[in-house]
């Protein structure tokens, strides 16, 4: 009978030793294809920010995060696209393909086209890169995934934020929001950039 | 039937238990011992079969004499138990806290008696009945060992006469039970029908005429946090022009709060105020808010959708605290509405979510959801203050435009720690264009500034998430807000306002998980008869 009465002594000693413990875990972040990099390139959590590039690793590319700063990442920012002749920036020639200054932006002293966006990154070197350019189609569709919520866009948008809509500019614009829709005209769309991993 | 009586008992305090730890986090450390998902259907079934047999068990024990034949020579050991003193009294606290639990988990269920006394009582009677099980159970085993096991589990033939009648009666008292629960429908709510012509203002006011010709339904929901003691009484009308459905709903409140997660400048920089927003539960610096949810399941549980525990889905992640997620589980959508005096009130808009199936986990969410998802939009928003959140710090977005020119006008926004009063004439909210981005150098303000968290990027959504036009003013202690849907929205992610349609209502005290809540739903009854009101106003015309 001691026996027992210690038994069940011991079992409600456990459980109240068990419950008054601190055992619980929190949530951890799963495992992504895309990484965060901070403004100096450097890798951060999924769940830490903010960040300024996404790597993704299936493909090695780097692209742009866009923000809501009013700087030149801004994501509400429009551009025409515009390429110089040679890529080399409108400083060495003014000719090129494309429709200049035809976005909205406040960077600039006069509108913006993608080639505005190309030269600023560049010098501003964003997450210590400065190989920055416009992306192909098919890159562009490796941003496409096969999940969605209502009204959201068909990107991962925990990455990629502020990122509605995308334009390429070789050799056609084409512009994806929610589903790819041609934009042969003029109009100015939201753009990003990416470059290769080193 | 002691068998039966062990396991419904068990069942019962634990899914209990489980539900207990949506409004008492300090519960949540039994977490470990105590089941997941949707609980409540169970919990009520359970406590129906438990009912069944206290009854049965009060007729067995009262007619006994005629039913037991060998009464007296049934045993020494049963014997032995009936005379210690010990097992007799606490068998009677047993017998006395089983019939207060039954008593007042019924009236929690059927809304008798003020919700908070009741669902304390009902609380504190359960951790009795846990403290019983080893004051009973673990001091019998103490006495006799696993013999005690021989005698609980091994059927006997004993009685057979007593046991027949016994289970007999046990099923024509269950049958009883369920059909008087199951007949019971959910409180119905009226929708009176009114002409297309009767002109309704969304703004709070609730000043037409017809509002105050009908009788409100009132539901008391409990549970919440914060209401001083967790609970408000809702009172809510509601009216229909074939076209549109117009709600006015009322709750008690006595603080208007408005400070949702001010930003505070310290030494070391911004901060979020906050006491449990890193989790997901913020329970002090928050907006009030009111929650309608409608469906065409009128299940326990928020039409079944409440499913408890930190990781009741197995695939899923866990949430942050602790208490559960809301999901479907299987493809039909339930409509859900939010109020947010701060976020939405200024659009003059309900946020119009549903919920649905689990959704997919996203790798860069911290927050993951389950089903509750927001509803489309097509434009529109309000975003948070800071470039990033975390809980060491923050960086804001943007400062106020005129700053520090307009010092005046910061100054409406300090306010002294733990305080809910909002300041006068203050939506707490800074449009976006009055504001400019932050930069170190602008920031001049000075340590101890305190500025509203919400920006809004336009003036109200658009597209389908703004499809409940809604508008609450807070007055000598109540939110009042009138709100209006159209009956056929047209869009997959709302349910039609129709006949039967089951509704539930929670309130949120400067909280942002932890709401009210009420057991048996609200059922729309469409009025055909134009009320009484429009009637006259015809006439007169």
Redesign the interface.
């Known amino acids: 009978?001691i026996y027992?009465?210690l038994l069940?002594c011991v079992v409600?000693a456990a459980?109240i030793i068990?419950?008054?413990s601190e055992?619980?875990?929190?949530?951890i972040?799963?495992?992504?294809h895309?990484v965060?990099l901070d403004v100096s390139g450097k890798p951060i959590d999924?769940?830490?920010?903010?960040w300024s590039c996404i790597l993704d690793n299936k493909t090695g590319l780097i692209w742009e995060n866009k923000?809501?700063?009013?700087?030149i990442h801004d994501g509400f920012w429009s551009y025409s696209w515009f390429e110089s002749k040679g890529g080399q920036g409108k400083e060495f020639d003014s000719a090129g393909l494309g429709v200049e200054n035809w976005g909205d932006c406040h960077f600039e002293k006069d509108r913006c086209d993608t080639q505005d966006l190309i030269n600023r990154m560049r010098q501003e070197k964003t997450c210590g890169l400065s190989q920055w350019r416009l992306p192909t189609a098919n890159e562009l569709t490796t941003l496409v995934i096969n999940?969605q919520?209502?009204?959201?866009p068909v990107i991962?948008v925990?990455?990629f934020l502020t990122l509605n809509v995308v334009i390429i500019g070789l050799p056609m614009p084409i512009s994806l929001c929610m589903d790819f829709i041609n934009t042969w005209g003029r109009e100015p769309q939201q753009s990003i950039l990416l470059t290769e991993k080193k | 039937m002691h068998t039966v009586l062990m396991i419904t008992v068990v069942i019962n305090l634990l899914t209990g238990l489980r539900i207990a730890t949506v409004h008492r986090p300090a519960l949540l450390s039994w977490s470990a011992f105590l089941p997941q998902g949707s609980l409540h259907s169970l919990h009520l079934t359970v406590a129906l079969i438990l009912l069944t047999i206290v009854i049965s068990y009060g007729f067995y024990h009262l007619f006994s004499q005629h039913f037991i034949e060998n009464k007296r020579n049934s045993g020494s050991q049963s014997k032995s138990h009936s005379k210690s003193r010990y097992h007799q009294l606490i068998i009677y606290l047993g017998y006395s806290g089983l019939s207060l639990l039954l008593f007042t988990g019924a009236c929690l269920y059927f809304d008798f008696l003020p919700a908070n006394l009741i669902l304390e009582t009902h609380y504190i009677i359960a951790l009795i009945i846990l403290a019983y099980i080893p004051l009973h159970a673990g001091v019998y085993f103490v006495q006799y060992g696993s013999k005690l096991l021989t005698n609980i589990f091994v059927f006997t033939k004993k009685n057979g006469k007593a046991n027949i009648i016994f289970a007999s009666s046990s099923i024509v008292i269950a049958i009883s039970l369920v059909s008087v629960f199951s007949v019971n429908p959910p409180v119905p709510l009226i929708i009176h029908q009114i002409e297309l012509s009767i002109k309704m203002q969304i703004d709070g006011f609730a000043d037409e005429e017809i509002w105050a010709s009908i009788k409100p339904q009132r539901v008391n929901t409990f549970g919440g946090a914060n209401f001083g003691n967790g609970s408000t009484q809702v009172q809510i009308k509601a009216v229909q022009n074939g076209i549109e459905a117009f709600f006015n709903i009322s709750w008690q409140d006595t603080s208007q709060s408005l400070h949702h997660l001010p930003l505070l400048k310290t030494v070391n920089g911004w901060q979020v105020m906050e006491d449990g927003f890193y989790h997901y539960d913020e329970k002090t610096y928050y907006e009030d808010k009111l929650a309608v949810i409608l469906s065409n399941n009128c299940d326990l549980g928020a039409a079944g959708t409440a499913h408890l525990g930190a990781k009741p889905l197995p695939d899923k992640p866990a949430n942050w605290h602790g208490k559960g997620y809301h999901y479907t589980t299987d493809d039909s959508i339930v409509d859900l509405w939010q109020w947010k005096a701060v976020r939405t009130n200024n659009m003059l808009l309900m946020d119009d979510n549903y919920i649905s199936k689990p959704s997919k986990v996203l790798a860069g969410k911290r927050r993951y959801t389950a089903g509750y998802k927001t509803d489309a939009k097509r434009s529109g928003a309000y975003v948070m203050n800071w470039q990033w959140y975390t809980a060491n710090g923050i960086t804001p977005k943007r400062l106020p435009k005129y700053m520090p020119k307009d010092s005046e006008d910061i100054q409406a926004y300090q306010i002294t720690p733990n305080s809910h009063q909002a300041g006068k004439n203050k939506s707490w909210v800074i449009p976006w264009y009055d504001a400019k981005p932050y930069t170190a150098e602008l920031d001049t303000l000075a340590v101890g500034t305190v500025l509203p968290s919400v920006l809004y990027r336009s003036n109200r959504l658009e597209g389908d998430r703004a499809d409940v036009r809604a508008f609450a003013r807070w007055q000598n202690g109540q939110w009042s807000m009138e709100l209006s849907r159209k009956l056929i929205t047209g869009s997959k992610y709302d349910i039609e306002l129709k006949e039967g349609i089951c509704l539930w209502l929670a309130a949120f005290d400067h909280s942002q998980t932890a709401h009210t809540r009420h057991v048996r739903p609200l059922q729309l009854q469409f009025k055909q008869e134009t009320a009484q009101f429009e009637q006259e106003s015809d006439n007169d015309l």
């Not at chain 1, 972040?29 to 992504?32: C, E, K, L, N």
């Not at chain 1, 919520?149 to 959201?152: A, D, R, V």
């Open positions: 009978m027992r009465a069940l409600i459980l068990n419950v008054t055992n619980k875990v929190e949530p972040s799963v495992a992504s895309w965060k999924n769940w830490a920010g903010p923000d809501d700063s009013e700087g999940y919520q209502p009204g959201e991962d925990f990455f």
